[in-house]
């Protein structure tokens, strides 16, 4: 009977016209339900493309923001250099410095001297003094681990002082050690000892020469993180072997800076976080 349906369709059509098409096609029944879920989902479909402009407005402004925004500049806290002690009284004579290191102590035997005998004295070998230390290598860098560190002409408290250091920090390298005295070098190349309870071992380094630039990767084209004004001293994380750059941390800023752009590390010196 469904083959013989489209020429009753067409007989109707012509016998009683368009209302005979209207009742022979079934039409789908509308209900409440249906206009529910449809309004439903329009509203879903709207909101969601209010949500996706809405988040793309705002990280556009986000964006803008941080291109407008200057780079964080850092500058160095305490003082930059140390300073002159107050007058002290200075002993009458000078005091004697601690024995060589033992290659600097080696010299020749001398010769024995001919015993009453007439027997030659059997020669002993001169032993230098072995002064204690940790056994670390040497030379190596170390922090300063308060604001008020004197150093002395020697090592003992007997010793006068020659300067006083304020920047905790400020790191320092070791180059011989004399029980609990170490002589070490500043910055600015200044020598003298100091007590190894005002040394720290953690890494530390100072911007010297010019500002530096933290880098937020080990690039010269990688984005700013901060401006390191000369002078400006930060914890060094790591150094990798063969790396121009090191892992630092200043304040709450942390990136890349070159080994060429601070002080604070020995030539190729590995660093592990």
Known sequence: ????????ILVSLLLWGAPAVALAVPRVPTTPARHTFVRKAADERVTKAADERVTKAADERVTKAADERPTPVVRPHGALHPARPPHQRQPQQPLPLPPPLPEEAAQPAAKPAASAAGQAAPSKPAEAAKPAGTGLPLPRFAALRTDDVNMRTGPGFRYPITWVYKR??????IEREFEVWRLVQDPDGIKG?????????????LVQGADATLRAKPDDDAPAVAVLKVGVVGRIRSCDAGSAWCRVQVLDYSGYLKRSQFWGTLPGE???P
């Open 1 to 8: 009977m469904a083959r013989f349906a489209p020429l009753w």
């Open 168 to 173: 905790r920090d400020l790191p320092m390298e």
């Open 193 to 205: 000892w100091v007590h190894e309870a005002t040394l720290t071992g953690r890494r530390t380094f």
């Open 270 to 272: 590995v660093i592990a």
